[in-house]
């Protein structure tokens, strides 16, 4: 079975920490994403990667970051984490081939405080 | 610039109803469609995706939706909905460059 795997369902952070929030997928595929949901506007794009290194900004990356050290692994990281950052964050993979589907993880919930 | 709009943000069906989600792209070339559904505090799982060719697609849970060109719209459809589809359902549209657009998302109730 096809898996992407989030590393924490649920974290609380003060305002300010550092936070990471890892993604590890088993099916070997090129791309990986990160997205940001909240309620009435959908899925909105952070970043996502194409290749072991390689990242592009989505539509919303401001106070973001992201790592892709390996193929199978994609971080997000949070350099100072603001409240405004409160939201529930999936990560994503597929392969290159024309939009290829896209295969969730079960989401990590941020509360920011 | 690629969007899609989800016009409804909450429908309430009776069990056993049909059901129909809209779906409408803006995109410029031959679109990748997809539909995804979102159960409670779980991530999204693809329900059906349209590529190309019959423009009717079938999806899993009995779910299908219909590619119409001249109105830019992918509607998700069910013949009878159960007790179990209330979720929320989300229509994307995914592009050349493999980044995916996804709309505002619709939630579905199901009364008994």
């Known amino acids: 079975d096809v898996k992407v795997t989030q590393s924490s369902r649920y974290l609380v952070k003060r305002t300010g920490e550092k936070v990471f929030l890892e993604c590890v997928q088993d099916?070997?595929?090129?791309?990986m994403f990160w997205y940001r949901q909240d309620p009435g506007l959908g899925l909105r794009l952070i970043y996502f990667?194409?290749?072991?290194?390689?990242?592009e900004k989505g539509d919303i990356p401001e106070g973001y970051s992201v790592s892709r050290e390996k193929k199978e692994r994609f971080s997000l990281i949070l350099e100072s984490a603001s409240t405004n950052q409160t939201s529930m964050y999936l990560c994503?993979?597929?392969?290159?081939?024309?939009?290829?589907?896209?295969?969730f993880g079960e989401g990590s919930r941020l509360t920011v405080l | 610039a690629q969007s899609v709009t989800q016009p409804d943000i909450h429908i309430t069906v009776s069990e056993g109803a049909s059901l129909e989600l809209r779906c409408n792209y803006s995109?410029?070339?031959?679109?990748?469609l997809f539909w995804y559904v979102q159960s409670p505090g779980q991530g999204l799982q693809l329900l059906l995706k349209?590529?190309?060719?019959?423009?009717l697609v079938q999806g899993i849970k009995g779910f299908e939706a219909e590619f119409k060109r001249s109105q830019s719209s992918f509607n998700l459809r069910k013949p009878s909905v159960h007790w179990s589809d209330a979720a929320e359902y989300f229509c994307?549209?995914?592009?050349?460059?493999?980044?995916?657009?996804f709309g505002s998302g619709t939630k579905l109730n199901v009364k008994p």
């Open positions: 990667s194409y290749d072991v290194k390689m990242k």
């Open positions: 349209y590529f190309s060719g019959d423009t």
């Open positions: 099916m070997d595929h090129e791309n």
């Open positions: 994503a993979s597929s392969f290159t081939s024309a939009a290829g589907e896209l295969f």
């Open positions: 994307a549209v995914g592009d050349n460059f493999n980044k995916f657009y």
């Open positions: 995109y410029g070339a031959t679109p990748h």
